[in-house]
């Protein structure tokens, strides 16, 4: 079992920036793929960043690349979404997953329906 709690969300003028934080309950975070998902109002929810088991990999949606970062500390069974150059589109409810154990650095690890694990999900706003 694992259990996932995010933080760090919050409201942020354009331009700016938010860290999003995941702590991971359990055993095996270390040896499970990691995730983060948004969605905005009325839409569904979209892949935004992954990072592999070891940290060595990771992978980003195209409307985020250059401006996000995803990381993680495994002796602190903890995800991270450094946020930058925020723009009003990049508002949602964004969600942290944890996909079952794979050692594997190859992604992408993409696909929602890949994770079984989701956290309860954390506010960003950004205003214009």
């Known amino acids: 079992q694992v259990q996932l709690v995010e933080s760090g969300g919050g409201l942020v003028q354009a331009g700016g920036s938010l860290r999003l934080s995941c702590a991971a309950s359990g055993r095996t975070f270390n040896s499970r793929p990691m995730g983060w998902f948004r969605q905005a109002p009325g839409k569904e929810r979209e892949f935004v960043a992954a990072?592999?088991?070891?940290?060595?990999?990771?992978y980003y949606a195209d409307s985020v690349k250059g401006r996000f970062t995803i990381s993680r500390d495994n002796a602190k069974n903890t995800v991270y979404l450094q946020m930058n150059s925020l723009k009003p589109e990049d508002t949602a409810v964004y969600y942290c997953?944890?996909?079952?154990?794979?050692?594997?650095?190859?992604?992408?690890?993409?696909?929602?329906?890949?994770?079984?694990?989701w956290g309860q999900g954390t506010q960003v706003t950004v205003s214009s």
């Open positions: 990072i592999s088991w070891s940290g060595r990999n990771t």
């Open positions: 997953a944890a996909r079952p154990s794979y050692y594997s650095d190859y992604g992408p690890f993409d696909q929602g329906y890949e994770y079984d694990y």
